[in-house]
Nanobody, 127 residues
């Protein structure tokens, strides 16, 4: 059974960068799209980026386009999310998951359409 574990979060100053990792175990990520989500206190979980399986196509939320970059290394069973030019409004718990339907593609955007959630990694942007 696929399990996902996120890491790489932390406290960073505005304008700073972080690289988050989503590592899979129990199955290979090769055939799955991976979505990165974030949830700030009192807000809905938001999909910020997604990368499909083959071909590798990346999709971003408008709020993160140009600042976040998603990539994958199938040999390491890992998907990365590079965060740059971070803003206080990027503060949230970041989690990764796979789509429940059409799992190789990034057609789903709602959190309810994803499964195999990791525990998340906290990103806090502030001085």
């Amino acid at each position: 059974q696929l399990q996902l574990v996120e890491s790489g979060g932390g406290l960073v100053q505005p304008g700073g960068s972080l690289r988050l990792s989503c590592v899979a175990s129990g199955d290979t990520l090769n055939g799955y799209a991976i979505g990165w989500f974030r949830q700030a206190p009192g807000k809905e979980r938001e999909r910020v980026a997604c990368i499909s399986s083959v071909p590798q196509f990346a999709d971003y939320a408008d709020s993160t386009k140009g600042r976040f970059t998603i990539s994958r290394d199938n040999a390491k069973n890992t998907v990365y999310l590079q965060l740059t030019d971070l803003k206080p409004e990027d503060t949230a718990l970041y989690s990764c998951a796979v789509p429940q339907q059409m799992p190789s593609m990034c057609l789903m955007t709602a959190a309810a359409d994803f499964r195999s959630w990791g525990q998340g990694t906290q990103v806090t942007v502030g001085s």
